[in-house]
């Protein structure tokens, strides 16, 4: 069973991903189409019709037609119940292969408007972050500084997943220094100052850990993704 | 009888007075007085501008200014950038140079913008003008490092090389050497934008150490961070400065002599480069944020907290450019540490994701709005607003004069009230009198562009992208907006009808770029006809406009007005409408 991920995005209106999404030809074939990419390369005109359309009625036939498309959902090793069903609006969905490969073909020329440079540095640093996510394709040291290795990191509560290149820290303090300012302002909603918080991760088997146990090289190169997690004990 | 001409000075005192008017603007109104104003003023004319190379001929130029020292051009139309113009298209400087390298022995200077400049250009430039100084390609392209070699020997008073943004054929670093060693003149050096492949360090630290008067140095990404103290402690006197990659093995040693290196630069005001960063080199920068008035952090991928700790040092900030890590936090902590801050620039790290990577929104420039009175240019990329955040912001920050905002999605609309945005932008344009620049994004109907007509009244350049609902909408900015020199609009419903009536607006303007629009290739030819002083350029990279019938829509379609008429350099994806109505090409 292979590990797939659900992924939990901002609460964004669902219309601002759907405007471009032209129900009349669904073509849920691909899914890149999930995210109106296709649609936005239509001209403008597919546009202004579809923009007046209810929130409700674009997020129920959206809905309607991805519960039949299973290979579009994917499941994180440990769901948790809480978070689903809070959460159930604000799904967005994403492939297993990295969605950044199909939106370089798709998407609409020129847009956003950045310059073309700044497009090429943005592109090597997502390959960077292909190369580390991919388990087993670890990148080797060059000599003058290390590749970046992004991870995604979730805090439980939290519907935001943060990506963090974990060959900037040095040690397992400096790394939860950083995720605790970055989690930080997530913290003051729900919880008390009584809560504590674990950092777990999965490793390169697949088994989440708790953070700590292993010298840092090596929980580097093992480390697939970060949750951080809450300690009731 | 002769007229007596009481109160007429001679030529020479006239011209001493010219002499002290440096502005374009001011220099037109002077040559119209009169005739022998006219005469004189074109006489010591040493500074021209050519805001598009195919409004005028070189001959023309040359005719009217004999005596230019300083010449600047800019080619493609500003949506070159994106891509939506295709390669081959033009801008070439060759014809230019040719032309000056007769007739301007003298010249000293030469800036070009998107233009195509080709290693024969260059090697002209360092063969035609003995005492040339200043050399800047901003966005071109087209040359090698063979090129820069021949202007590195060739030019004995060189001051000024900047290559800013340029793509350039790196065929080998050892162009440097090609600079003499009796070369001391360098005062300002920016090759950012040459590829990774290494730079003859030794050459470039020769360099730096035999040049006194150099004040602005901008490294490329190939030096790594180890070499950039050596650098620094050779040219202490630095006022701008580009770091190359800003990461190196974690060594003790490197950062206290980068520290040491950095605080010996009593001078530094403005800092950029920062490819790569490992943050635990950050602090060595402490020591100069205070006097940093210009930050570029806009490669560098650290995160909020970093960036924050960083930016917080910087109590003379005026101008920040970053990425959209620094978050609405960053933005907070910006608003309350940054009290000078003028400019603004906010770039998306992940601009085609489909969710948001960061906690970036209309929040974070609200919170810079309402902490910076100065602020006055902003560019802004983000995925969501609201109308009130924009009226908010348009009445924290009346001077505004650049206003960029770019959400992301297109046509996304006010996320809480799900309204287009037009009354946000109404707002920007109500309260901020003195904007010059707007570009706008998010959901918006024809009554953005009625509040675009009325208010914006020194608008100077507009962008347009995915809005409006009808030719309603480019006839308000057309008829309204008084001040209007450049207008650039792709994906939106603009035909025919709002272009031909507002015809003669064209020939006030610079340039006008419609792409993905409703105009039709009838009213093309149409316009190409009836204005004499336009040229109406229609590019199509898929098959001819006149194949198809005449109300078809063009797909992209470039219109400037023009003295010199066509142009005879264009590619067989480009046609142009002359006077009889046929299609040249």
Known sequence: MPNMEFQLGLALPTPSIIKGFDLNNLGLDHPKDMGGLEARNKPARCFSDKSKRSFEQAFGNFEAECKTKTLLLLWSGQPNE???????KKRTFSTIDDRNDAEEVDQVVGWPPIKTWRKKIFQQQQQQHRVGRIGNNRVADKENGSRSIYVKVKMEGVAITRKVDIRLYRSYQTLTNSLITLFAKYKKCADDDYTRYILTYQDKEGDWLIAGDIPWQSFIRSVQRLKIVRNWG | MQKKRAYSFPDEVLEHVFSFIQSDKDRNAVSVVCKSWYEIERWCRRKVFIGNCYAVSPKMVIKRFPEVRSIELKGKPHFADFNLVPDGWGGYVLPWIGEMAGAYPWLEEIRLKRMVVTDESLELIAKSFKNFKVLVLFSCEGFSTDGLAAIAAGCKNLSELDLRESEVDDLSGHWLTH??????????????????????????????GRCPNLRSLRLNRAVSLDK????????????????????????????????????????????????DVVPAYLPALYSVCSRLTSLNLSYATIHS???????????????LLVLDYIEDSGLEALASSCKDLQELRVFPSDPFGVEPNVSLTEKGLVSVSLGCPKLQSVLYFCRRMTNAALVTIAQNC??????????????????????????GFGAIVEHCKDLRRLSLSGLLTDRVFEYIGTYAKKLEMLSVAFAGDSDLGLHHVLSGCESLRKLEIRDCPFGDKALLANAAKLETMRSLWMSSCTVSFGACKLLGQKMHRLNVEVIDETEPPCSRPKSCPVDKLYVYRSI????????PFVWTMDEEGTILH
């Open chain 1, 82 to 88: 809480e978070e689903d069903h809070n959460d159930q």
């Open chain 2, 179 to 208: 600079f003499p060693e009796t070369c001391t003149s360098l005062v300002s050096l920016n090759i950012s934008c040459l590829g990774s492949d290494e730079v003859s360090f030794s050459a470039l630290e020769r360099l730096v």
């Open chain 2, 228 to 275: 950039i103290a050596n650098i620094l402690c050779l040219a202490p006197q630095l006022v701008d400065f580009g770091t190359g990659n800003y990461t190196t093995e974690l060594r003790p040693d490197v950062l206290s002599n980068l520290t040491a290196a950095f605080s010996s630069c009593k001078e530094l005001k403005s800092l950029s480069g920062f490819w």
């Open chain 2, 305 to 319: 907290p970093e960036i924050i700790k960083l930016v917080s040092h910087c109590s003379s900030l005026q101008c």
């Open chain 2, 398 to 423: 009346p001077n505004f004069t650049h206003f960029r905002l770019c959400i992301i999605e297109p046509k996304t609309a006010d996320y809480m009230t799900l309204e287009p945005l037009d009354v």
């Open chain 2, 564 to 571: 010199s008429g066509p142009r005879s350099d264009m590619p």
